[in-house]
């Protein structure tokens, strides 16, 4: 028996996915639904994981759907995690891959394509291009456990520069003087081991 939730802030498309699942996918068990990327990711660390996970990655709110995948993953190897969209699936496959998900389809797929997918991943198989559950688990905890030195203020200013602000632009946006931002990046290089900004952003940006 397949164990299954389900995670998408439209309620309709909610119920529309819980029924398809519940008649194309005989014996499966819908264990929870939810409309928050937040209680998605409750559940799934601290409650009742599924062996698979329908999430929306336009889900709103904090964590968004992407950001929600990516905290289940980083801390977990279950469940295996089915992105869906009612969007452009070219746009967010890099996005649910670099998040650790399994998978992607969008929700104007058949029940058949739907269904298909939901038991290829429930068996550990994974769809084009994906990582499994578990490689994907170690590979964005090690990003974690090696970003962790950075404090938010660091790993902010790392990332205006790496949008091509200026020093004086990420002073003016993040409220502090000009000196503090060169005193954090040298904290944040000291740390990344490196000793050049364009280092420290080339080291950033290879870990996130």
């Known amino acids: 028996m397949i164990t299954i939730a389900i995670a998408d802030n439209d309620r309709f498309a909610l119920e529309m996915l819980a029924r398809t699942v519940g008649r194309a996918l005989p014996g499966s068990q819908l264990l929870w639904t939810t409309t928050t990327g937040e209680r998605a990711v409750h559940h799934c660390l601290y409650e009742t994981a599924p062996d698979v996970l329908l999430l929306d990655m336009s889900l ?7 950001e929600a995948c990516r905290m289940i993953r980083q801390h977990a190897a279950r469940p295996a995690i089915v ?10 496959q890099p996005l649910a891959i670099d998040a650790g998900a399994q998978g992607l389809i969008s929700k104007a797929a058949t029940p058949k394509a739907l269904v298909e997918a939901i038991r290829v991943i ?3 198989g994974v769809m084009p291009g994906f990582m499994d559950a578990a490689t994907a688990h170690d590979a964005l905890a090690a990003t974690e456990a090696r970003l962790a030195p950075l404090s938010a203020q660091e790993r902010e200013v790392l990332r205006l520069y790496a949008d091509r602000l200026t020093t004086q632009e990420i ?4 409220g502090i003087k000009a000196s503090t931002v060169f005193v954090v990046m040298r904290h944040a290089k000291v740390k990344l081991g490196v ?13 996130n």
């Open 171 to 174: 002073a003016e946006q993040l």
């Open 60 to 66: 709103g709110g904090t964590p968004d759907g992407i």
């Open 195 to 207: 000793n050049t900004r364009a280092e420290a952003i080339r080291a950033f940006l290879g870990l």
């Open 83 to 92: 992105a869906i969209t009612s969007y452009s699936p070219a746009h967010y």
């Open 122 to 124: 429930a068996s550990g």
